[in-house]
């Protein structure tokens, strides 16, 4: 059964940095999507934030395009976010998903909460 176990959150003010990792087991990482997507407090439903295909491509939500970076390490089966330029609003908890679409397989972590704040 897999298994994705996100850290490195924690409480940043305005303007600071973080590192989120990912790590995954119990799956053939290298085939899947890795994607990140958070919920703000009392929001009703998870915003995708960025996706890594598992040939590198990365995409991103244009709140955060240039601030943020997702990246992977397949040997580590690993994927990470940097969030950079944090503001305020981008406080919220952060999930890690992995996903593989033939056969029609998804993964979730427990998530790892974010908070700017001065």
């Known amino acids: 059964q897999g298994q994705l176990v996100e850290s490195g959150g924690g409480l940043v003010q305005p303007g600071g940095s973080l590192r989120l990792s990912c790590a995954a087991s119990?799956?053939?990482?290298?085939?899947?999507?890795m994607s990140w997507y958070r919920q703000a407090p009392g929001g009703k439903q998870r915003e995708l934030v960025a996706?890594?295909?598992?040939?590198?491509?990365?995409n991103y939500a244009d709140s955060v395009k240039g601030r943020f970076t997702i990246s992977r390490d397949n040997a580590k089966k690993t994927v990470y976010l940097r969030l950079d330029s944090l503001k305020p609003e981008d406080t919220a908890v952060y999930y890690c998903?992995?996903?593989?679409?033939?056969?029609?397989?998804?993964?979730w972590g427990q998530g790892t909460q974010v908070t700017v704040s001065s």
């Open positions: 119990g799956i053939a990482f290298e085939l899947y999507s």
């Open positions: 996706i890594i295909s598992r040939g590198g491509n990365t």
């Open positions: 998903n992995a996903d593989l679409v033939v056969p029609s397989v998804t993964y």
